[in-house]
């Protein structure tokens, strides 16, 4: 009984001991609120906390995402001065033997009649240079080849300082125009196939400029050569000599920026084609003649060839019908008006992708409003030189202020057009999916292009003349002011036609985008 006692005392004092531990737990006024506020959230879902692993996974995750994409933009960046500097000393190369015609003329004693020869020559080797070279860079390594060609370009413009004779040069030159197809084509394919599709009309219009500028650089080079005393041979050497720097330099930048075959051979664009496009493209195969008689290529081959016509026709007679038409009273007011259309041709050139992206990437929109500001620009020259009556009424058709600026404006519309056809249509040619189609939409569209640049030539003489015949001199240069504007005229019509296939692709991509990105929000919710 005594330990039984014991034991019934043991108990009761546990239990007091107990309670009087829970109860000053209870009776705490911060344990009870801290109880409270776990209950709370434990009922409403809240404060569930993401496991450690997972959130450090996701913010590793993050953080390669955007360290791939600033490396692609620097890779771009990278490609883009590349392609640069390397396109514009192609064209610098182009204009060092017409810099030196005159001394070449006066030094070999062949007559003016004879020395435009090797351009002529040139113009037809450099049509079908780039139709090949356009096909070409389908299946070479472009990057390679764009640089190479920079070098052979130069050996090719020493050898001419060598020469003797009008037939080797004409030879030589004719060689230099199949060389420089090396350079546009084989820099289109990279563009289209190394860049982001949401950056490319950016970058082409930047790229556009590089032949502006590596142009005017070509004038100062033969002019500081001749100020320390170089010959016309020794120029032409120097020219070849700097090619040969420039080509490894040219090649280190773009093995840098990724475009090189033995450097990263994967694309910074990382597309891949859809599930949806392979099978219909498998199930039905297009042939690359179908392709090339698509409404779109053919419509934008025509766009190539009034834009180029446009465009030489305004370089190679301006500097006749600006005088003819009185809108020059001087040749150094001619001269300022071509230096005012060229920087017209340059800013046309670099604006349109800047526009195009701005308008979200519409081309056929863009080549639209800027052949619409060629028809108004030149439409206005035209008609006030053909309504003009002399100096006794008034000294000019227009201020010479105001001329300057619709010269400016005429040519940025038209090279603006021209600047666009050309991305425009390698886009269709690759979304089609046939191999080797880029290349071959590239090589004739250029060619048909060249064959515009013959008509700017000499039947566009002949019809000043037969207006000049009829109705006087003025009013045949003032002739072909109209033909510049009816050929702005058909280009604003030929791009108002691509405009209903525009909308539809800009479209069905928005929706492609959309779903996508829908997927890969429930991708992401899934995972979490």
Not at 33 to 49: N, T
Not at 82 to 89: A, I, K, N, P
Not at 341 to 366: I, K, Q, V, Y
Not at 399 to 406: D, H, M, N, R
Request: hydrophobic share 45%; with cysteine; glycine share 10%.
């Amino acid at each position: 009984f005594s330990l039984k006692l014991v034991n019934t005392d043991l108990a009761m004092s546990n239990r007091a001991d107990y309670h009087k531990v829970t109860s000053s737990a209870c009776l705490d006024a911060q344990l009870i609120e801290d109880a409270k506020g776990d209950f709370v959230r434990m009922v409403s879902g809240e404060g569930e906390e993401t496991p450690v692993s997972t959130t450090g996974e996701n913010n590793v995750a993050a953080d390669l995402a955007t360290q791939e994409a600033e490396v692609a933009k620097k890779r771009s960046a990278l490609l883009v001065a590349g392609l640069f500097v390397g396109y514009g000393y192609y064209n610098t190369l182009r204009g060092s033997f017409p810099q030196q015609m005159r001394n070449i003329a006066q030094d070999l004693k062949i007559p003016m009649s004879q020395i435009g020869l090797p351009n002529s020559i040139f113009s037809v080797f450099y049509g079908l240079g780039k139709l090949c070279g356009s096909i070409a860079s389908d299946y070479l390594p472009c990057a390679e080849c764009h640089a190479l060609g920079i070098m052979l370009c130069g050996l090719d413009i020493a050898a001419i300082g060598l020469c003797k004779g009008i037939k080797s040069m004409s030879a030589l030159w004719g060689l230099q125009g199949a060389l420089q197809a090396f350079g546009w084509p084989f820099l289109a394919r990279i563009v289209v196939s190394k860049l982001p599709q949401e950056d490319r009309a950016k970058y082409w219009g930047v790229l556009s400029m590089a032949g502006s500028v590596g142009a005017m650089l070509a004038p100062y080079g033969a002019v500081l050569a001749k100020s320390c005393g170089v010959s016309w041979r020794g120029a032409l050497a120097m020219n070849g000599a700097s090619a040969v720097a420039m080509a490894w330099f040219v090649r280190a930048v773009l093995r840098r920026a990724g475009a090189c075959a033995e450097s990263i051979p994967k694309q910074l664009t990382d597309e891949r084609p859809s599930k949806v496009q392979n099978k219909s493209t498998a199930l039905v195969p297009l042939s690359k003649k179908a392709v090339l008689g698509s409404p779109a290529l053919m419509s934008l081959a025509l766009c190539n060839m009034l834009s180029f016509f446009a465009s030489k026709c305004t370089k190679e007679w301006a500097a006749v019908y600006l005088r003819g038409t009185g809108l020059a009273a001087t040749d150094l007011q001619s001269a300022n008006l071509l230096f005012w259309a060229e920087m017209g041709a340059s800013a046309g050139a670099g604006l349109s992708g800047f526009a195009s992206l701005c308008l979200g990437g519409r081309h056929a929109l863009t080549c639209l409003i800027s052949a619409v500001v060629a028809v108004l620009s030149t439409g206005t020259l035209a008609i006030k030189t053909r309504r003009w009556k002399g100096k006794e009424f008034s000294p000019s058709p227009v201020p010479f202020a105001l001329a300057c600026v619709l010269q400016a404006l005429s040519l940025a519309g038209i090279n603006a057009v021209r600047t666009l056809a050309g991305l425009h249509g390698a886009e269709v040619a690759e979304r089609t999916g046939v191999v080797g189609m880029v290349g071959m939409a590239n090589g004739c569209m250029e060619i048909v292009g060249q064959i515009g640049s013959v008509f700017a030539g000499q039947p566009i003489g002949a019809l000043a003349a037969r207006v000049a015949s009829r109705d006087g001199e003025r009013a045949g240069w003032s002739s072909i002011l109209a033909v510049l504007t009816m050929a702005s005229a058909g280009l604003a019509a030929l791009n108002a036609g691509l405009l209903p296939a525009e909308t539809r692709r800009l479209s069905v991509e928005k929706a492609k985008k959309e779903s996508s990105s829908r997927e890969q929000v429930d991708e992401s919710l899934k995972g979490s």
